[in-house]
């Protein structure tokens, strides 16, 4: 049994990873942090964890503990404060937010704000991509959760050589569930201005795009520039992303439905969380689980369309994190993961 | 062409004042005050009425206005430091706050909090008890939400002597959108917190509680206190309020379902706005429209169970305001207010 | 490892038997049933559980099989064509449908049908209150949806002489999500039907009724006939019910806030799946599991307000099933079902 | 006052229709057919209506009447079992089906069906594009809800020489409600699989694909082939369709935002019923109204991405009618149809 503590437990990724951690069976919550609720039990900001956590009270990130590791789930920038004093003390780290995502420089640019403590060492953790340098790493940057959904539903094209090469045009257009934005009350989530609507935002500039322009560079298996596009939308449901991939690729190499389906198959094969299927997958089947369906596979012309879910909060942020950490202690990655989603 | 000004038009009850008047044949909107938003144009605030407002601008309350009529549709306390200066300048007024639809002592009791212009001449305004005595007022106080649905759903009963006298209970168990809530987000209307849940919240102390039983007492034709109990809960819609009225009556005095539905046709009669149904009337076909539907009229022993409906914007609030001021302006009621409601 | 079975796979009961046992430890789903699906992989029908159950196909209720326990969850007056023949074969059965609820001559009477099966033995499935004999029993009839959240919030209060001597009335006022209508597409199903509205129905007399005064009657601990009135709503959600319970007592034997609470808290002392809370419990607490919280106990004069809320398939349904099943199995009975609610 | 008849007054555009003209100055509803329903009165059917028309029945398509103008809102194939006779009678049309928007033997392609009534002189009725034709037409054939979105938010591109000429890819990715789906109940439309869900569906291959491809190559002012795709999506909401365009064209020919900006402002500059935005548009703003919201306008290399948003069952279908109506029997476009969108 591996000990574990959350850096940052009030808002819904930290809240997630408490959620998935009281029942695992090889890692044992040892605190979470609040600022806010300091002193307070946990089971009271949490109620649907009430009888897991016993007593269990919210510490300051500042009070002493040792543990094996540490998810980090606060803001960007804020983790990067946290980050190197664990390591210094042999605390293993996943860290869900921005800051060891993009190197240093990047991260300056794409972020507009000074990185105050870039480390080399942290290994990108979309955990299918990267699943034994996981496995070595001290420190993980968990994938943001557009990129999870994203990169998952190409990794496959980008990772063969002549289909990579072929590729000309890949436009992910994403609908998300709101608590993406957030366990905090704004205009943007406020429920009349959710409800009955579909909210197109940063259309051309989501941060989220320099994270999947550098996955898709640094791992493809050609030297061409792919044009990657994004344009997210809220949706009015709260968990779930599903993303639209528009793949426009040379026409003389387009491919068959069936052909792709067995490069996907073929390249998941050993992937227990990401499900191929023939058909469109939906979000009921993944919510509350750390499984990504992809399917759908339609061409037309030379645009191959491909479909794409997860739930936002779990295979996009906690599930993640945990499958990675999994992976850092030594367990196996599905460990205390394994369910399927709710439906319906 | 009668001139009216609506004083708050950015939260929802004035926004909604705003949205009947832009089509309104006899009232024409002179200006809108936000404080927040002084100088912008109201058509930013509202983009469902661009290409209605030309390019009319909110302006601050202090500053000058001549109309017929003007709207109070700020926060209880603040209306009262409006409405006396108003009349003094002969300007009539409906006021949506809860400043003036109780006694002032019993405001300050409910409300808890002094009341600092108390005035004997305000008419409550559901119109449909007080049409004569609001054509003639200057201050008309605008009924709440709550007790709009729930007393429209009790008059014919209370307002016949015999019936009056054989009630023992009257529950109100009532189901209301989150736009009652207001347009501030807050936790209370953050969308993850309001999708999928049923949130029941002032369980026994509903300040509205105070108003129907005021009400209810004022215009019985029996002198017994008749017990009035009422639960609401916030349900995952935007507009709507449906109330379930549980009553409990003398069972000797048990009438059947069909002398009930004659009851109530016959008392609404002569009323545009409620309709009055064999079976259970839905939000749906109330939603953006001034009626009130009501019906169901089902009994179980000594229980006799009826349904209303009403769009809480509107005849719950900015479509009596409307009714009311067509009244006092000397309009039919009904003007600029008949359309149905919006279905599906 | 005990190997069950699910008569009727299809529906939303039994889809989520299916859920809840493949990740059960001590039960292994077997086989499970489809008239229309026969022979496809169930996996194809439950998307969310790919993976979960390899190649598993359904088969026809007619085919043969040997099992330690079946589930079936079919509709009323088809469920008592499987039970006695698999009582016969020395299976054990959880029945989900209504058929051994009521004395037969009761179910004749309120589902207005013959009864061509009875069985005395059928022990009622409300595990909280029947703990025992449940685990003795051949055949469980388990609880309908509503009775569950019902029955558990005033439990304490029949099961105690005084109190129980001193309710005059109780008003069960539910609020449920739209799964209890089950899978197959209908009218009342309809999304356009269903979202933005709130749809009283059988506003006084529901079927669960009959079942809610039986057992009131049956467990009290006061001879005195108790005023059991009933009124369902479907409000847009899809998993959960919370009912409002309007208890009315003798005005003299009115009880504190803190005595309910006590109350409470120690009947169900070692019940592992209620939660008492003083504030007002919520369904996402408890969506996804077998939880179910109650609290709120506000006092309006001889009116006590309770809140209780579980999620209809789970411990309203599916959950509540696994639970016995477990005891009927020799197995504690929260095996398999331990996990917390789904939040946000 | 003309009278005007609704041939398929049950679905959803059909009641929208009635729901139009309820409370039109210069159009009167003189019957609606409804083979099912055939002598119920309307309101019973759409109770928002009621009071509204009376004790007025749903009539059979095969009574006898005489009107000047008769919508036909039937599915395609039926209309053009009617069409002929009405206008051999002298009955002008408005078609709200598929039949008359293609070229008959297109139609027959696409929708793999023989046409049994060509009309060559159907206009087409996307009112923007074609509003002389339309006051002279005798039979108007009303656009599908997505061409209605998607073509007016590149309209002013198409109708540019230049412009035109430098689109290289128009991809529409829309996002719809529901009823879209129709009245009628199916698993597409089941509650519990649309709330938390996004369902993309015809990815490729959608009907209405070829109304956009034959409008855009018809009305272009380049005799360049575009090449146009499409793929919708239904969100869970009732009413509204938010379209996506990205539009990718020519590096060398890239506008800027306000240039863009212009250009629309300039080509709409007489359409009361397009509303051209800097900002995002949102599907609030427009539900309920007759309404097309066009913004966005925000580009990203060579791609211009465009937001337009209507409400499908007024602008998309029952609302666009009236307004092509209104040209054809003499009226002002906007008569009876000036109402903003429903906000919140």
Redesign the interface.
């Given at each position: 049994m591996a000990e574990v503590g959350v850096i940052g437990g009030t808002g819904?990724t930290g809240?997630e990873i408490i959620?998935l951690i009281?029942?695992h069976p090889n890692q044992e919550l040892v605190f979470a942090t609040s600022r806010s609720k300091e002193g307070e039990r946990i089971a009271d900001h949490?109620?649907?964890?009430?009888?897991?956590l016993g007593d269990l009270k919210f510490i300051s990130p500042e009070d002493s503990f040792d543990v094996d590791l540490v998810y980090t789930a606060v803001p960007h920038t804020k983790a990067m404060t946290y980050v190197p004093d664990f390591l210094d003390r042999g605390i293993k780290v996943v860290d869900l937010s921005a800051d060891y995502r993009l190197p240093a420089q990047k991260f300056e640019e794409v972020y507009d704000t000074p990185h105050i403590a870039p480390r080399n060492t942290a290994v990108y953790g979309l955990t299918e991509l990267n699943r034994e340098k996981v496995a070595e790493a001290d420190l993980v940057a968990n994938p943001g959760c557009f990129p999870t959904g994203a990169l998952l539903s190409v990794l496959p094209f980008l990772k063969n050589k002549d289909f990579a090469r072929s590729t000309e045009?890949i436009?992910f257009?994403s609908?998300t569930g709101?608590?993406g934005a957030g366990?905090s009350?704004?205009?943007v989530?406020?429920?009349?201005?959710?409800?009955?609507?579909?909210?197109?935002?940063s259309?051309?500039?989501h941060r989220h795009l320099a994270e999947m322009k550098m996955i898709s560079s640094a791992y493809s298996k050609s030297n061409k520039d792919i044009?990657i596009?994004f344009?997210p939308?809220i949706?009015?449901?709260?968990?779930?992303i599903?993303t639209?991939t528009?793949m426009?690729i040379d026409e003389d190499s387009i491919l068959s439905k069936s052909d792709i389906f067995e490069l996907y198959k073929n390249y998941y094969n050993s992937s227990?969380f990401v499900?191929i299927?023939e058909d469109?997958?939906?979000?009921?089947?993944?919510?509350?689980?750390n499984f990504s369906?992809i399917g759908?596979f339609?061409?037309?012309?030379n645009?191959i369309?491909i479909?794409s879910t997860i739930d936002n909060l779990v295979k996009g942020a906690a599930g993640q994190a945990v499958q990675n950490a999994n992976l850092m202690l030594g367990f196996k990655e599905e460990v205390g993961l394994?369910?399927?989603?709710?439906?319906?």
């Open positions: 819904y809240s959620r009281s029942t949490l109620p649907n964890l009430e009888t897991f045009l436009l257009d609908k709101i608590s366990a009350p704004s205009k989530t406020h429920f009349p201005n959710v409800n009955g609507e579909v909210t197109p935002y259309l051309s500039s044009n596009e344009t939308h949706v009015p449901i709260v968990r779930g599903l639209t528009h426009f227990r499900r299927k469109v997958p939906s979000i009921k089947s993944v919510v509350g689980s369906d759908a339609e061409i037309s012309k645009r369309i479909i394994l369910s399927g989603g709710m439906y319906p």
